[in-house]
């Protein structure tokens, strides 16, 4: 959780990041949120410090990539093991994300890709193996982002209107 107050400087930085942080300079952000490139730089690093930031990573098209299957694997585990097994769950060949869901009898979404049925089969006998239980499996033809809207000053509705 954040030490500091997420202010409109600190949304436009984020928005920015998630828009293109690879081409994204301190000195374009700054333009954008009218404050100096120094400011920018100090942002981004109290916002990494204070986790806001997790990292920096590439939105990879695994299908272009040469792993054309994405599979969903809904998951249940005991309620006070599931955040503990997620690190494990990661470190199995072709999970590509974990999220840990708190509603409904599934509370694990495991996403894995890989080039054949087998690689997808060998990733849901891993997670039975943790002693999971694969409950629903959905292939995924395609999965976009964007940035998160509210992050946006531009964006966002205004009291006027």
Known sequence: MASREIDDVDKAILYALQE?????????IAERTDTSDSTVRKRIRRLESDGVIKGYSANVDYQRSGYPLRMLLYCTASIPERGDLIPDVLAIDGVVSVQELVTGEQNL??????ETDGDITSVAQKLLDMGLT???EVLVRTHETTPFGEFDAGNRPTDDA
Do not use: I
């Open 20 to 28: 293109d942080a690879r081409n994204a300079s301190s000195g374009d």
């Open 109 to 114: 979404l495991v996403t894995a890709v890989g």
């Open 134 to 136: 694969v409950a629903d």
